[in-house]
């Protein structure tokens, strides 16, 4: 009897090591661990394999560029993603490193609307007018960062690329693909798999940092 109760519980407690629904308590990573890893680990990566990427990673790229801050709350960016290397001569005509782009999965082109049409400050409650958005540089370098952090977390690599306020890298841009009077293509972003093994930098320095005083 006794025999057949300890066999019965060992049945038991194997049957709901084996059916359990519930997922393995596995150990959880620590979110600080992780977003600490991710920043200190993002670097400028200017060699690809040329492999393209996968659509649902690139819209995962772009919802993550998407969810940045911005003054007001306006949300000035437009975004061109640029993968038919045909067009790539005549968009970044101007002063760009080519064979960067050409062996990219895909170049990013981050824009930015300068305009925006509301209410204005002094007048919130009268007509909507179209004024110019004074804070678009600083929505539009969170926007990249994000797209970068992003891009490292995939394992992919992106070189922030600058383009405003460089007539020679926007007017080629601008005219290529019509952009609209006031949108500025603000930063260009080649993505694509590494080719080598580029290592981020240390860039800690505490010298940099004033607690209560300079
Ligand atoms: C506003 C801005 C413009 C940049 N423009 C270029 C560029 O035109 N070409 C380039 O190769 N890298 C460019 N970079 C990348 C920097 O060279 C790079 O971030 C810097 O050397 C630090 O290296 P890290 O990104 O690996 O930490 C730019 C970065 C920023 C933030």
């Not at 801050?69 to 045909?86: E, N």
């Not at 383009?163 to 603000?186: F, G, N, Q, S, T």
Request: glycine share 6%.
């Amino acid at each position: 009897m006794k025999k057949n109760l300890i066999l019965a519980a060992a049945v038991a407690t194997l049957f709901a090591a084996c059916c359990n629904d519930k997922p393995e308590a596995t150990s959880q990573a620590d979110p600080a661990e992780v977003v600490m890893q991710n920043i200190l680990s993002r670097k400028s990566v200017r060699s690809y394999n040329g492999d393209t990427i996968p659509a649902a990673v690139m819209e995962n790229l772009l919802k993550a560029a998407m969810a940045a801050p911005s003054g007001r709350d306006l949300r000035p960016w437009q975004i061109v993603v640029m993968t038919d290397k045909s067009q790539y001569g005549t968009v970044f005509e101007g002063n760009f490193n080519m064979q960067k782009f050409m062996e990219s999965g895909a170049v990013i082109i981050l824009c930015a609307d300068t305009t925006f049409t509301a209410p204005t400050r002094d007048n919130p409650d009268g007509p909507a007018v179209t004024q110019v958005n004074q804070l678009w540089r600083d929505d539009m370098g969170a926007v990249t960062e994000n797209l970068l952090l992003t891009v490292e977390a995939y394992g992919l690599g992106a070189c922030w690329t600058a383009c405003y306020p460089y007539a020679d890298r926007m007017d080629p841009i601008r005219k290529a693909l019509a952009l609209p009077a006031a949108v500025v293509p603000y930063a260009v972003v080649p993505i694509g798999y590494p080719n080598g093994d580029t290592q981020p930098k240390d860039k800690w320095d505490p010298a940099r940092v004033h607690y209560n005083r300079w």
